[in-house]
Protein backbone atom coordinates (compact mmCIF):
# COMPACT_ATOMS: atom_id res chain seq x y z
CA UNK A 1 0.00 0.00 0.00
CA UNK A 2 1.30 3.38 -0.77
CA UNK A 3 0.91 6.39 1.60
CA UNK A 4 -2.15 8.20 1.11
CA UNK A 5 -0.11 12.02 1.10
CA UNK A 6 2.29 13.32 -0.54
CA UNK A 7 5.75 12.65 0.50
CA UNK A 8 7.73 15.76 1.15
CA UNK A 9 11.22 17.07 -0.30
CA UNK A 10 13.45 16.01 3.09
CA UNK A 11 11.61 12.23 2.53
CA UNK A 12 12.68 11.93 -0.49
CA UNK A 13 16.24 13.69 -0.23
CA UNK A 14 16.62 10.75 2.92
CA UNK A 15 15.32 7.74 0.60
CA UNK A 16 17.88 8.70 -2.16
CA UNK A 17 20.75 8.79 0.07
CA UNK A 18 20.03 5.30 1.71
CA UNK A 19 20.28 4.56 -2.04
CA UNK A 20 23.91 6.28 -2.73
CA UNK A 21 21.98 8.82 -4.91
CA UNK A 22 22.35 12.27 -4.78
CA UNK A 23 19.67 14.71 -5.94
CA UNK A 24 20.41 18.57 -6.56
CA UNK A 25 18.56 21.46 -5.01
CA UNK A 26 17.80 22.12 -8.73
CA UNK A 27 15.79 18.77 -9.69
CA UNK A 28 14.38 18.13 -6.14
CA UNK A 29 11.00 19.89 -6.98
CA UNK A 30 10.33 17.89 -9.98
CA UNK A 31 11.36 14.70 -8.57
CA UNK A 32 9.46 15.15 -5.51
CA UNK A 33 6.44 15.88 -7.67
CA UNK A 34 7.45 12.44 -9.58
CA UNK A 35 8.04 10.32 -6.60
CA UNK A 36 4.36 11.66 -5.13
CA UNK A 37 2.48 11.25 -8.58
CA UNK A 38 3.81 8.11 -8.82
CA UNK A 39 2.87 6.93 -5.47
CA UNK A 40 -1.28 8.32 -6.06
CA UNK A 41 -1.47 6.89 -8.79
CA UNK A 42 -0.41 3.24 -7.39
CA UNK A 43 -3.09 4.38 -4.69
CA UNK A 44 -5.54 2.81 -7.41
CA UNK A 45 -4.47 -0.80 -7.27
CA UNK A 46 -5.48 -0.63 -3.81
CA UNK A 47 -8.63 -1.86 -4.94
CA UNK A 48 -7.85 -4.87 -6.84
CA UNK A 49 -7.42 -8.33 -5.80
CA UNK A 50 -3.68 -8.62 -6.46
CA UNK A 51 -3.63 -11.88 -4.18
CA UNK A 52 -5.31 -13.84 -7.68
CA UNK A 53 -2.22 -12.85 -9.96
CA UNK A 54 1.19 -13.63 -9.80
CA UNK A 55 3.79 -10.59 -10.57
CA UNK A 56 4.68 -11.54 -14.17
CA UNK A 57 6.51 -9.77 -16.20
CA UNK A 58 7.40 -12.51 -19.08
CA UNK A 59 4.32 -14.53 -19.89
CA UNK A 60 5.44 -17.68 -21.15
CA UNK A 61 3.22 -18.72 -24.09
CA UNK A 62 5.33 -16.40 -25.65
CA UNK A 63 8.81 -15.88 -24.57
CA UNK A 64 10.87 -18.75 -25.29
CA UNK A 65 7.71 -20.54 -26.87
CA UNK B 1 19.30 11.08 -59.76
CA UNK B 2 17.99 14.91 -60.48
CA UNK B 3 14.08 13.81 -59.84
CA UNK B 4 14.16 12.89 -55.90
CA UNK B 5 10.33 11.26 -55.88
CA UNK B 6 11.70 7.72 -55.58
CA UNK B 7 13.25 8.73 -52.48
CA UNK B 8 9.55 9.60 -51.09
CA UNK B 9 8.01 6.42 -52.20
CA UNK B 10 7.05 3.16 -50.11
CA UNK B 11 9.87 0.74 -49.63
CA UNK B 12 8.39 -1.17 -52.01
CA UNK B 13 8.68 0.82 -55.28
CA UNK B 14 12.38 1.54 -54.32
CA UNK B 15 12.68 -2.06 -54.35
CA UNK B 16 11.34 -2.72 -57.40
CA UNK B 17 12.83 0.10 -59.11
CA UNK B 18 16.51 -1.43 -57.91
CA UNK B 19 15.46 -4.88 -59.19
CA UNK B 20 14.37 -3.78 -62.36
CA UNK B 21 17.65 -1.55 -62.60
CA UNK B 22 15.85 1.34 -63.13
CA UNK B 23 18.05 2.81 -60.18
CA UNK B 24 20.81 1.38 -59.39
CA UNK B 25 21.50 0.90 -55.14
CA UNK B 26 24.28 3.05 -54.97
CA UNK B 27 21.84 6.20 -57.37
CA UNK B 28 19.46 5.55 -54.88
CA UNK B 29 22.26 5.87 -51.37
CA UNK B 30 23.92 8.85 -53.43
CA UNK B 31 20.88 10.72 -53.44
CA UNK B 32 19.70 10.07 -49.58
CA UNK B 33 23.12 10.84 -48.47
CA UNK B 34 22.85 14.29 -50.63
CA UNK B 35 19.23 14.88 -48.73
CA UNK B 36 20.40 13.87 -45.93
CA UNK B 37 22.91 16.28 -46.48
CA UNK B 38 20.33 19.23 -47.18
CA UNK B 39 17.31 18.48 -44.94
CA UNK B 40 19.11 17.20 -41.57
CA UNK B 41 19.90 20.10 -40.29
CA UNK B 42 16.31 21.03 -40.76
CA UNK B 43 15.13 18.08 -38.83
CA UNK B 44 17.78 16.76 -36.68
CA UNK B 45 16.74 13.17 -37.66
CA UNK B 46 20.14 11.34 -37.85
CA UNK B 47 22.91 11.57 -34.88
CA UNK B 48 25.71 9.62 -37.30
CA UNK B 49 25.38 9.20 -40.77
CA UNK B 50 27.55 6.52 -41.84
CA UNK B 51 27.82 7.20 -45.33
CA UNK B 52 31.28 5.28 -46.24
CA UNK B 53 29.75 2.24 -45.23
CA UNK B 54 26.42 3.09 -47.20
CA UNK B 55 28.50 3.88 -50.45
CA UNK B 56 30.34 0.49 -49.72
CA UNK B 57 27.03 -1.80 -49.03
CA UNK B 58 25.50 -0.35 -52.18
CA UNK B 59 28.36 -0.91 -54.40
CA UNK B 60 28.06 -4.27 -52.94
CA UNK B 61 24.32 -4.51 -53.46
CA UNK B 62 24.56 -3.79 -57.46
CA UNK B 63 27.69 -5.91 -57.62
CA UNK B 64 25.48 -9.01 -56.53
CA UNK B 65 22.61 -7.73 -58.58
CA UNK B 66 24.69 -7.64 -61.80
CA UNK B 67 25.92 -11.03 -60.99
CA UNK B 68 22.58 -12.63 -60.65
CA UNK B 69 22.28 -12.48 -56.47
CA UNK B 70 19.99 -10.77 -54.36
CA UNK B 71 18.78 -11.45 -50.88
CA UNK B 72 15.02 -10.52 -51.36
CA UNK B 73 12.93 -7.33 -51.55
CA UNK B 74 14.99 -5.29 -49.21
CA UNK B 75 18.26 -6.03 -51.44
CA UNK B 76 20.14 -2.88 -51.85
CA UNK B 77 17.42 -0.48 -49.90
CA UNK B 78 18.85 2.18 -48.11
CA UNK B 79 17.30 2.53 -44.21
CA UNK B 80 18.38 3.25 -41.14
CA UNK B 81 18.18 2.17 -37.19
CA UNK B 82 17.63 3.94 -34.29
CA UNK B 83 21.02 4.57 -32.08
CA UNK B 84 19.55 2.33 -29.45
CA UNK B 85 20.93 -0.86 -31.73
CA UNK B 86 24.67 -1.76 -31.26
CA UNK B 87 26.39 -1.12 -34.64
CA UNK B 88 29.99 -2.48 -35.12
CA UNK B 89 32.97 -0.05 -35.74
CA UNK B 90 29.90 2.85 -35.53
CA UNK B 91 29.50 4.53 -32.66
CA UNK B 92 26.09 4.00 -30.66
CA UNK B 93 25.23 6.62 -28.46
CA UNK B 94 21.72 5.27 -27.03
CA UNK B 95 20.72 9.30 -27.36
CA UNK B 96 23.15 10.34 -24.52
CA UNK B 97 26.04 12.28 -24.04
CA UNK B 98 27.55 10.05 -21.64
CA UNK B 99 27.99 7.64 -24.41
CA UNK B 100 29.10 10.20 -27.22
CA UNK B 101 32.14 8.11 -27.98
CA UNK B 102 30.88 4.25 -27.44
CA UNK B 103 31.89 2.01 -30.44
CA UNK B 104 30.81 -1.20 -29.99
CA UNK B 105 32.79 -4.09 -30.89
CA UNK B 106 29.95 -6.12 -32.01
CA UNK B 107 26.07 -6.10 -34.10
CA UNK B 108 22.95 -6.90 -32.73
CA UNK B 109 20.98 -9.58 -33.77
CA UNK B 110 18.84 -7.14 -35.96
CA UNK B 111 21.53 -5.40 -37.67
CA UNK B 112 22.93 -8.56 -38.52
CA UNK B 113 19.80 -9.95 -39.90
CA UNK B 114 19.11 -6.32 -41.96
CA UNK B 115 22.53 -6.79 -43.21
CA UNK B 116 21.90 -10.45 -44.40
CA UNK B 117 18.76 -9.05 -45.72
CA UNK B 118 20.65 -6.64 -47.79
CA UNK B 119 20.09 -3.24 -46.80
CA UNK B 120 21.80 -0.32 -46.87
CA UNK B 121 22.47 1.31 -43.91
CA UNK B 122 22.96 4.80 -43.92
CA UNK B 123 23.19 5.56 -40.26
CA UNK B 124 21.86 6.17 -36.41
CA UNK B 125 18.98 8.05 -36.26
CA UNK B 126 18.15 10.26 -33.24
CA UNK B 127 16.39 9.31 -30.17
CA UNK B 128 15.65 10.25 -26.62
CA UNK B 129 18.29 10.13 -24.54
CA UNK B 130 17.81 6.36 -23.37
CA UNK B 131 14.70 5.73 -25.02
CA UNK B 132 13.05 7.60 -22.44
CA UNK B 133 10.28 9.98 -22.77
CA UNK B 134 10.98 13.60 -21.39
CA UNK B 135 14.35 14.61 -22.37
CA UNK B 136 14.52 18.16 -22.27
CA UNK B 137 17.66 19.32 -24.72
CA UNK B 138 18.62 15.90 -26.75
CA UNK B 139 22.40 16.28 -26.68
CA UNK B 140 22.75 15.60 -30.73
CA UNK B 141 19.56 18.12 -31.13
CA UNK B 142 15.83 18.26 -31.06
CA UNK B 143 14.28 16.06 -33.33
CA UNK B 144 12.02 18.06 -35.34
CA UNK B 145 8.60 17.18 -37.22
CA UNK B 146 8.73 17.52 -40.79
CA UNK B 147 5.31 18.80 -40.91
CA UNK B 148 5.42 21.36 -38.97
CA UNK B 149 9.52 22.19 -37.45
CA UNK B 150 7.71 23.66 -34.38
CA UNK B 151 6.62 20.09 -32.79
CA UNK B 152 7.77 17.00 -31.77
CA UNK B 153 8.31 13.99 -33.81
CA UNK B 154 7.24 11.73 -31.29
CA UNK B 155 8.72 9.88 -28.65
CA UNK B 156 11.08 8.02 -28.54
CA UNK B 157 12.01 6.75 -31.95
CA UNK B 158 11.92 10.44 -32.71
CA UNK B 159 14.65 10.35 -35.18
CA UNK B 160 13.42 7.48 -37.07
CA UNK B 161 10.05 8.84 -37.52
CA UNK B 162 11.43 12.65 -38.74
CA UNK B 163 13.94 10.55 -41.32
CA UNK B 164 11.07 8.65 -42.87
CA UNK B 165 8.99 11.55 -43.32
CA UNK B 166 11.10 13.91 -44.85
CA UNK B 167 12.42 11.37 -46.78
CA UNK B 168 15.81 10.25 -45.21
CA UNK B 169 15.12 7.12 -45.62
CA UNK B 170 13.23 4.03 -47.21
CA UNK B 171 11.88 2.71 -43.88
CA UNK B 172 13.84 2.21 -40.69
CA UNK B 173 13.99 0.06 -37.32
CA UNK B 174 13.83 1.65 -34.01
CA UNK B 175 12.37 0.64 -30.80
CA UNK B 176 9.23 0.33 -28.70
CA UNK B 177 8.77 0.18 -25.00
CA UNK B 178 5.69 1.56 -24.38
CA UNK B 179 4.70 3.05 -27.23
CA UNK B 180 8.18 4.20 -28.44
CA UNK B 181 7.52 3.16 -32.78
CA UNK B 182 3.72 3.54 -32.66
CA UNK B 183 3.89 7.65 -31.61
CA UNK B 184 6.67 8.33 -34.43
CA UNK B 185 3.71 6.53 -36.58
CA UNK B 186 1.25 8.79 -35.54
CA UNK B 187 2.58 12.39 -35.34
CA UNK B 188 4.19 11.46 -38.63
CA UNK B 189 1.81 10.17 -40.74
CA UNK B 190 3.60 6.63 -41.01
CA UNK B 191 3.44 3.00 -39.90
CA UNK B 192 4.84 1.90 -36.99
CA UNK B 193 4.30 -1.61 -35.76
CA UNK B 194 5.56 -2.90 -32.12
CA UNK B 195 6.41 -6.62 -32.22
CA UNK B 196 4.80 -9.01 -29.99
CA UNK B 197 7.57 -9.63 -26.98
CA UNK B 198 9.75 -12.23 -28.00
CA UNK B 199 9.24 -11.65 -31.55
CA UNK B 200 12.42 -9.81 -32.63
CA UNK B 201 15.64 -10.30 -30.63
CA UNK B 202 17.02 -7.72 -28.30
CA UNK B 203 20.50 -8.81 -28.38
CA UNK B 204 22.31 -5.64 -28.99
CA UNK B 205 19.92 -3.22 -28.19
CA UNK B 206 20.65 -1.23 -25.53
CA UNK B 207 18.20 -1.79 -22.42
CA UNK B 208 15.33 0.22 -21.21
CA UNK B 209 12.67 -2.43 -19.37
CA UNK B 210 13.80 -5.89 -19.51
CA UNK B 211 10.39 -6.78 -20.09
CA UNK B 212 9.09 -4.66 -22.67
CA UNK B 213 11.68 -3.28 -25.40
CA UNK B 214 10.96 -4.67 -28.39
CA UNK B 215 13.25 -3.41 -31.86
CA UNK B 216 10.17 -2.43 -34.34
CA UNK B 217 9.73 -1.28 -37.65
CA UNK B 218 8.28 2.30 -39.17
CA UNK B 219 7.50 2.50 -42.61
CA UNK B 220 5.01 4.42 -45.26
CA UNK B 221 2.69 1.41 -45.72
CA UNK B 222 1.84 -1.76 -43.68
CA UNK B 223 3.31 -3.39 -46.96
CA UNK B 224 6.81 -1.50 -45.96
CA UNK B 225 6.29 -2.71 -42.18
CA UNK B 226 5.64 -6.64 -43.17
CA UNK B 227 8.90 -6.36 -45.31
CA UNK B 228 11.05 -4.93 -42.51
CA UNK B 229 9.12 -6.86 -39.55
CA UNK B 230 9.93 -10.29 -41.76
CA UNK B 231 13.74 -9.52 -42.28
CA UNK B 232 14.09 -8.76 -38.41
CA UNK B 233 11.92 -11.83 -36.39
CA UNK B 234 12.70 -14.54 -35.16
CA UNK B 235 14.26 -16.37 -32.35
CA UNK B 236 17.75 -16.07 -31.09
CA UNK B 237 19.64 -17.98 -29.04
CA UNK B 238 21.27 -14.59 -27.60
CA UNK B 239 18.37 -13.37 -26.62
CA UNK B 240 17.06 -15.90 -23.88
CA UNK B 241 13.40 -14.52 -24.57
CA UNK B 242 13.17 -14.60 -27.94
CA UNK B 243 10.64 -16.76 -29.48
CA UNK B 244 11.09 -20.20 -31.42
CA UNK B 245 7.53 -19.69 -32.77
CA UNK B 246 7.95 -20.23 -36.91
CA UNK B 247 7.71 -16.26 -38.65
CA UNK B 248 4.41 -16.29 -40.73
CA UNK B 249 5.10 -14.59 -44.46
CA UNK B 250 3.96 -11.37 -43.47
CA UNK B 251 3.54 -9.87 -46.87
CA UNK B 252 1.29 -12.95 -48.11
CA UNK B 253 -0.93 -12.05 -44.99
CA UNK B 254 -1.69 -8.77 -46.43
CA UNK B 255 -4.55 -9.39 -49.14
CA UNK B 256 -6.74 -10.98 -46.62
CA UNK B 257 -9.07 -7.87 -46.65
CA UNK B 258 -11.03 -7.56 -43.09
CA UNK B 259 -14.44 -8.73 -44.43
CA UNK B 260 -15.87 -10.85 -40.97
CA UNK B 261 -12.61 -9.58 -39.00
CA UNK B 262 -14.45 -9.24 -35.31
CA UNK B 263 -13.05 -5.78 -34.27
CA UNK B 264 -13.34 -4.20 -30.55
CA UNK B 265 -13.51 -0.51 -30.26
CA UNK B 266 -12.16 0.03 -26.43
CA UNK B 267 -14.62 1.94 -24.87
CA UNK B 268 -12.20 3.30 -22.00
CA UNK B 269 -9.89 4.88 -24.61
CA UNK B 270 -13.05 6.67 -27.16
CA UNK B 271 -12.22 9.98 -26.72
CA UNK B 272 -14.13 12.47 -24.91
CA UNK B 273 -14.87 16.30 -25.34
CA UNK B 274 -11.67 16.86 -24.17
CA UNK B 275 -9.72 15.14 -26.83
CA UNK B 276 -9.16 17.73 -30.04
CA UNK B 277 -12.14 17.54 -32.31
CA UNK B 278 -10.14 16.17 -35.29
CA UNK B 279 -8.34 13.28 -33.68
CA UNK B 280 -11.78 12.71 -32.74
CA UNK B 281 -13.43 12.71 -36.27
CA UNK B 282 -10.51 11.24 -37.72
CA UNK B 283 -10.41 8.23 -35.64
CA UNK B 284 -14.17 7.61 -35.78
CA UNK B 285 -14.51 8.30 -39.85
CA UNK B 286 -11.28 4.69 -39.97
CA UNK B 287 -14.09 2.90 -38.04
CA UNK B 288 -16.50 3.18 -39.70
CA UNK B 289 -14.13 2.66 -43.36
CA UNK B 290 -13.29 -0.71 -41.18
CA UNK B 291 -17.18 -1.47 -41.21
CA UNK B 292 -17.49 -0.41 -44.82
CA UNK B 293 -15.13 -2.97 -46.00
CA UNK B 294 -17.05 -5.82 -44.03
CA UNK B 295 -15.45 -5.69 -40.57
CA UNK B 296 -17.76 -6.46 -37.44
CA UNK B 297 -17.60 -3.43 -35.26
CA UNK B 298 -18.51 -3.62 -31.52
CA UNK B 299 -17.42 -1.46 -28.34
CA UNK B 300 -15.26 -3.61 -25.40
CA UNK B 301 -14.71 -2.25 -22.10
CA UNK B 302 -11.21 -2.86 -20.52
CA UNK B 303 -11.73 -1.20 -17.11
CA UNK B 304 -8.01 -2.20 -16.62
CA UNK B 305 -6.64 -0.21 -19.00
CA UNK B 306 -7.13 2.76 -17.02
CA UNK B 307 -4.68 1.45 -14.99
CA UNK B 308 -1.81 1.07 -17.67
CA UNK B 309 -0.05 4.22 -17.36
CA UNK B 310 0.66 4.43 -13.55
CA UNK B 311 2.02 0.51 -13.82
CA UNK B 312 3.69 1.62 -16.96
CA UNK B 313 5.86 4.05 -15.00
CA UNK B 314 6.10 1.68 -12.10
CA UNK B 315 7.48 -0.81 -14.06
CA UNK B 316 9.54 0.64 -16.83
CA UNK B 317 11.09 3.62 -14.77
CA UNK B 318 12.33 1.38 -12.19
CA UNK B 319 13.17 -1.09 -14.64
CA UNK B 320 15.45 1.61 -16.23
CA UNK B 321 16.52 3.22 -12.92
CA UNK B 322 18.17 -0.12 -12.52
CA UNK B 323 19.99 -0.32 -15.54
CA UNK B 324 21.33 3.27 -14.85
CA UNK B 325 21.83 2.84 -11.59
CA UNK B 326 25.65 3.02 -11.85
CA UNK B 327 25.34 6.13 -13.97
CA UNK B 328 23.20 7.60 -11.73
CA UNK B 329 25.73 7.41 -8.71
CA UNK B 330 28.62 7.75 -10.12
CA UNK B 331 27.50 10.71 -13.01
CA UNK B 332 24.22 12.41 -12.38
CA UNK B 333 25.70 15.47 -14.69
CA UNK B 334 26.01 13.21 -17.78
CA UNK B 335 22.22 12.75 -18.02
CA UNK B 336 19.78 15.28 -19.50
CA UNK B 337 17.51 16.78 -16.72
CA UNK B 338 14.62 15.69 -18.11
CA UNK B 339 15.82 11.81 -17.88
CA UNK B 340 17.70 12.30 -14.71
CA UNK B 341 14.15 13.09 -12.66
CA UNK B 342 12.55 10.41 -14.27
CA UNK B 343 15.04 8.08 -13.34
CA UNK B 344 15.42 9.34 -9.73
CA UNK B 345 12.35 9.59 -8.59
CA UNK B 346 12.02 5.63 -10.77
CA UNK B 347 14.69 4.43 -8.06
CA UNK B 348 13.29 5.26 -4.66
CA UNK B 349 9.95 3.00 -5.58
CA UNK B 350 9.92 0.52 -3.36
CA UNK B 351 9.84 -2.96 -4.31
CA UNK B 352 6.55 -3.71 -2.70
CA UNK B 353 4.86 -1.42 -5.02
CA UNK B 354 6.82 -3.15 -7.81
CA UNK B 355 5.40 -6.22 -7.21
CA UNK B 356 1.85 -4.96 -6.89
CA UNK B 357 2.38 -3.35 -9.87
CA UNK B 358 3.54 -6.61 -11.76
CA UNK B 359 0.64 -8.09 -9.94
CA UNK B 360 -1.75 -5.89 -11.46
CA UNK B 361 -0.17 -6.09 -14.90
CA UNK B 362 -0.93 -9.85 -15.35
CA UNK B 363 -4.49 -9.04 -14.63
CA UNK B 364 -4.11 -6.58 -17.58
CA UNK B 365 -2.82 -9.01 -19.69
CA UNK B 366 -5.47 -11.62 -18.77
CA UNK B 367 -8.09 -9.01 -19.40
CA UNK B 368 -6.75 -8.13 -22.86
CA UNK B 369 -5.90 -11.37 -23.71
CA UNK B 370 -9.68 -13.00 -23.07
CA UNK B 371 -10.79 -9.65 -25.05
CA UNK B 372 -8.63 -10.72 -27.71
CA UNK B 373 -10.39 -14.42 -27.76
CA UNK B 374 -13.80 -13.15 -28.90
CA UNK B 375 -12.15 -10.14 -30.98
CA UNK B 376 -9.75 -10.46 -33.90
CA UNK B 377 -7.86 -7.40 -32.79
CA UNK B 378 -8.50 -4.16 -30.52
CA UNK B 379 -8.90 -0.49 -32.23
CA UNK B 380 -8.51 2.50 -30.66
CA UNK B 381 -7.33 6.20 -30.84
CA UNK B 382 -3.56 6.55 -30.50
CA UNK B 383 -3.40 9.47 -28.48
CA UNK B 384 -5.76 12.46 -27.80
CA UNK B 385 -4.38 15.50 -29.64
CA UNK B 386 -1.83 15.87 -32.90
CA UNK B 387 2.08 16.17 -32.24
CA UNK B 388 2.82 18.44 -29.49
CA UNK B 389 4.85 21.43 -30.06
CA UNK B 390 8.53 21.25 -28.88
CA UNK B 391 8.12 23.52 -25.43
CA UNK B 392 5.36 21.60 -24.66
CA UNK B 393 6.58 18.04 -24.81
CA UNK B 394 10.13 19.94 -22.87
CA UNK B 395 9.03 21.74 -20.07
CA UNK B 396 9.83 21.07 -16.47
CA UNK B 397 7.29 19.55 -14.45
CA UNK B 398 6.48 22.11 -12.11
CA UNK B 399 3.65 20.76 -9.89
CA UNK B 400 2.76 17.33 -9.21
CA UNK B 401 -0.87 17.72 -10.84
CA UNK B 402 1.32 18.45 -14.26
CA UNK B 403 3.29 15.31 -13.70
CA UNK B 404 -0.45 13.73 -13.77
CA UNK B 405 -1.46 15.04 -16.90
CA UNK B 406 1.79 14.53 -18.74
CA UNK B 407 2.91 11.19 -17.69
CA UNK B 408 0.28 9.27 -16.78
CA UNK B 409 -3.18 9.63 -18.61
CA UNK B 410 -1.51 10.47 -21.91
CA UNK B 411 -0.23 6.70 -21.46
CA UNK B 412 -3.13 4.86 -21.43
CA UNK B 413 -3.32 4.92 -25.09
CA UNK B 414 -0.07 2.85 -25.84
CA UNK B 415 1.24 1.16 -23.20
CA UNK B 416 -1.27 -1.83 -22.29
CA UNK B 417 -0.45 -3.60 -25.25
CA UNK B 418 3.04 -3.20 -24.22
CA UNK B 419 2.60 -4.14 -20.71
CA UNK B 420 0.75 -6.98 -21.82
CA UNK B 421 3.20 -8.10 -24.34
CA UNK B 422 0.89 -7.69 -27.65
CA UNK B 423 1.35 -6.39 -30.78
CA UNK B 424 0.08 -3.13 -32.36
CA UNK B 425 0.61 -0.68 -34.78
CA UNK B 426 -0.06 2.87 -35.59
CA UNK B 427 -2.07 3.45 -38.88
CA UNK B 428 -2.17 7.08 -40.63
CA UNK B 429 -6.23 8.13 -40.53
CA UNK B 430 -6.03 11.94 -41.80
CA UNK B 431 -5.11 15.36 -40.74
CA UNK B 432 -6.31 17.93 -38.23
CA UNK B 433 -6.73 21.64 -39.58
CA UNK B 434 -3.35 22.68 -39.10
CA UNK B 435 -1.84 19.97 -41.48
CA UNK B 436 -0.87 17.81 -38.73
CA UNK B 437 -0.80 13.72 -39.47
CA UNK B 438 -3.51 11.51 -36.99
CA UNK B 439 -3.13 8.01 -36.54
CA UNK B 440 -5.55 5.22 -35.23
CA UNK B 441 -4.23 2.11 -33.23
CA UNK B 442 -4.64 -1.61 -33.76
CA UNK B 443 -3.67 -4.30 -31.51
CA UNK B 444 -4.19 -8.15 -31.44
CA UNK B 445 -3.14 -11.48 -29.75
CA UNK B 446 0.29 -12.69 -29.43
CA UNK B 447 2.22 -13.29 -32.60
CA UNK B 448 -0.94 -11.89 -34.35
CA UNK B 449 1.41 -9.06 -36.66
CA UNK B 450 0.02 -10.58 -39.74
CA UNK B 451 -3.92 -9.45 -38.75
CA UNK B 452 -2.65 -6.24 -37.72
CA UNK B 453 -0.59 -5.48 -40.74
CA UNK B 454 -4.17 -7.13 -42.87
CA UNK B 455 -6.33 -4.88 -41.28
CA UNK B 456 -3.71 -1.82 -42.16
CA UNK B 457 -3.61 -3.23 -45.77
CA UNK B 458 -6.96 -3.15 -46.35
CA UNK B 459 -7.33 0.21 -44.40
CA UNK B 460 -4.64 1.84 -47.07
CA UNK B 461 -6.44 -0.05 -50.14
CA UNK B 462 -9.37 2.55 -49.76
CA UNK B 463 -7.68 5.86 -48.00
CA UNK B 464 -4.83 7.61 -48.96
CA UNK B 465 -3.91 9.53 -45.96
CA UNK B 466 -0.60 7.51 -46.11
CA UNK B 467 0.48 8.48 -49.42
CA UNK B 468 0.57 12.27 -48.65
CA UNK B 469 4.20 13.75 -47.87
CA UNK B 470 5.42 16.44 -45.73
CA UNK B 471 5.94 19.96 -47.08
CA UNK B 472 9.63 20.20 -46.71
CA UNK B 473 12.26 20.67 -49.15
Not at chain 2, 320 to 342: I, K, M, N, W
Request: net charge negative.
Amino acid sequence: MATNRDVTETEVLQMAETLGLSISAGDLPEVTHRFSALLEQLRKLDGLDLDAADPSAIFPKEAGA
Amino acid sequence: MSDETLLLAPLTEQSEAIRTRKVSSLELTQAYLSRIERLNPKVLAYITVSADLALQQARTADAELAAGQSSGPLHGVPVGVKDQLFTRGVRTTGGSALLRDYVPDYDATVISKLQQAGVVLLGKQNMEEFALRGTRNHPYGDPRNPWDLTRIAGHSSSGSGAALAAGLCAAAVGEDTGGSIRNPGNVCNLVGLRPTFGRVSRHGLLQGSWSMDQASPIGRTAEDCALMLQAIAGHDPADALSSAQPVPDYRAALSGGVRGLRLGVVSELKLDGSADSDVRAAVEAAIVALQGLGAVVEEVSLPLINLAGPLFVAIADTDAAAVHYQRLREHPEGFDPGTRSRLLAASLLPVGLYARAQRARTLLRNQMVAALGRFDALVSPMSARPALRLEEETAPMATKEEVLRRQFAARNYTTPFALAGLPAASIPCGFSRDQLPIGFQVGAAPFAEATILRVASAYQTVTDWHTRRAPLN
